[in-house]
Antibody, heavy 123, light 111 residues
Framework: EVQLVESGGGLVQPGGSLRLSCTASGFTFSSYEMNWVRQAPGKGLEWISYISTSGSIKYYADSVKGRFTISRDNAKNSLYLQMNSLRAEDTAVYYC????????????????WGQGTLVTVSS | QSVLTQPPSVSGAPGQRVTISCTGSSSNIGAGYDVHWYQQLPGTAPKLLIYGNSNRPSGVPDRFSGSKSDTSASLAITGLQAEDEADYYCQSYDSSLSGYVFGTGTKVTVL
């Protein structure tokens, strides 16, 4: 059974940093591209970052570019999100999500999601 | 500021058919990028409902169907059931933003 378990969320002050982790099981982690998607309280879903299977290719949404860094450790079946210079608008539940290609990377969809971890940015 | 627009809410009585639209533009759906749909039950993570415009993953009832045309896509739920009460999101790729994009979300209420 595919499982994705996020951890590392919590309360942080504006300008602070936090590192989220996502531990995968039930599939060959190193064979799948991974993403982070967030959802602000009462709001919709927002894709924020993608990482290739090897970790050599990374993409970010403009809203987090330059502040967040995605990474992975295939030996540990783990995905990470380093979040720096946090702002109040970064308050959200953060989900790690596996993607599956339909035809190519551009047609990919999120086939498995973790349960999410809440990040609250407030003083 | 999602680039895919959905109606905020739709409702229907048990057994009825409801449809949810997802309207995009020439940089996403209109450019030929595929559309996928997710169901998010209250307090839970999203779940894949439709992929590749009209394909259902194993385990998803055939009451759910998807279609795509020009710059928009639609999700139809036939034989509406109480357990279908949830938020629904469309998703595609946007070439102007160089990333994946989600719709604004639609809350389905079963009357």
């Amino acid at each position: 059974e595919v499982q994705l378990v996020e951890s590392g969320g919590g309360l942080v002050q504006p300008g602070g940093s936090l590192r989220l982790s996502c531990t995968a099981s039930g599939f060959t982690f190193s064979s799948y591209e991974m993403n982070w998607v967030r959802q602000a309280p009462g709001k919709g879903l927002e894709w924020i970052s993608y990482i290739s299977t090897s970790g050599s290719i990374k993409y970010y949404a403009d809203s987090v570019k330059g502040r967040f860094t995605i990474s992975r450790d295939n030996a540990k079946n783990s995905l990470y999100l380093q979040m720096n210079s946090l702002r109040a608008e970064d308050t959200a539940v953060y989900y790690c999500a596996r993607i599956e290609r339909y035809f190519d990377w551009l047609s990919s969809y999120f086939d498995y999601w973790g349960q999410g971890t809440l990040v609250t940015v407030s003083s | 500021q999602s680039v895919l627009t959905q109606p905020p809410s739709v409702s229907g009585a048990p057994g009825q058919r409801v449809t949810i639209s997802c309207t995009g533009s020439s940089s996403n759906i209109g450019a030929g990028y595929d559309v996928h749909w997710y169901q998010q039950l209250p307090g839970t993570a999203p779940k894949l409902l439709i992929y590749g415009n009209s394909n259902r993953p194993s385990g998803v009832p055939d009451r759910f169907s998807g279609s795509k045309s020009d710059t928009s896509a639609s999700l139809a739920i036939t034989g509406l059931q109480a357990e279908d009460e949830a938020d629904y999101y469309c998703q595609s790729y946007d070439s102007s933003l160089s990333g994946y994009v989600f719709g604004t979300g639609t809350k389905v209420t079963v009357l």
